[in-house]
Antibody, heavy 118, light 107 residues
Framework: EVQLVESGGGLVQPGGSLRLSCAAS????????MDWVRQVPGKGLEWVGR??????????VYAASVKGRFTISRDVSENSLYLQMNSLKTEDTAIYYC?????????WGQGTVVTVSS | DIQMTQSPSSLSASVGDSVTITCRAS??????LAWFQQKPGKAPKSLIY???RLQSGVPSKFSGSGSGTDFVLTISSLQPEDFATYYC?????????FGQGTKLEIK
């Protein structure tokens, strides 16, 4: 079964860091573009960033709101995707989803909650 | 950035009805428009990509049309499981952007 499972969310203070993980099963992560999307509970969806596939050298692109603070990476051997979040702000509080970037976003994980609060 | 505007923001309908949701892009996105369904407490689910192509496993009661800046999602023969929030999204250019959502409620 093709599946994505996120983990790593939690409560962090403003200015702190957190690393989210997204474990893929049923397909090879490195063959696909992968994205992070976030959603403030009860609000709309916001695209966070993308990493391309092996064929295009795993390039990354980010939303302006997180550029310079967030970094997307992969572990090919673990078939996993990561989102390193630094210098966190209260406005980064959201549910974070990883999604496979095929035909837009065809597969989504269940999400992991990040709360930035003192 | 490309702004995506959905209308209406909310919609009431009865089981068995057909409904349409529109999505307008502030710039030409050609065919690079997707639709998602989201139920409370769940991740979004992909319904349509490339404006009119059904994702694998999505029933044909969902259909999409349009190109350029104006798009439509049509849902026919509404069933209780179809009442949810629907989002459009453009993937023509970065940053990818979503509409604000349309909440479909049971009348």
């Amino acid at each position: 079964e093709v599946q994505l499972v996120e983990s790593g969310g939690g409560l962090v203070q403003p200015g702190g860091s957190l690393r989210l993980s997204c474990a893929a099963s049923g397909f090879t992560l490195s063959d696909h573009y992968m994205d992070w999307v976030r959603q403030v509970p009860g609000k709309g969806l916001e695209w966070v960033g993308r990493t391309t596939n092996r064929a295009t050298s795993f390039a990354t692109v980010y939303a302006a709101s997180v550029k310079g603070r967030f970094t997307i990476s992969r572990d090919v051997s673990e078939n996993s995707l990561y989102l390193q979040m630094n210098s966190l702000k209260t406005e980064d509080t959201a549910i974070y989803y990883c999604a496979r970037g095929f035909h837009s976003f065809d597969i989504w994980g269940q999400g992991t909650v990040v709360t930035v609060s003192s | 950035d490309i702004q995506m505007t959905q209308s209406p923001s909310s919609l009431s309908a009865s089981v068995g009805d057909s409904v349409t949701i529109t999505c307008r892009a502030s710039q030409d996105v050609t065919k690079y428009l997707a639709w998602f369904q989201q139920k409370p407490g769940k991740a979004p689910k992909s319904l349509i990509y490339d404006a009119s192509r059904l994702q694998s496993g999505v029933p044909s009661k969902f259909s999409g049309s349009g190109s350029g800046t104006d798009f439509v999602l049509t849902i026919s023969s509404l069933q209780p499981e179809d009442f949810a929030t629907y989002y459009c999204q453009q993937y023509k250019s970065y940053p990818y952007t979503f509409g604000q959502g349309t909440k479909l409620e049971i009348k």
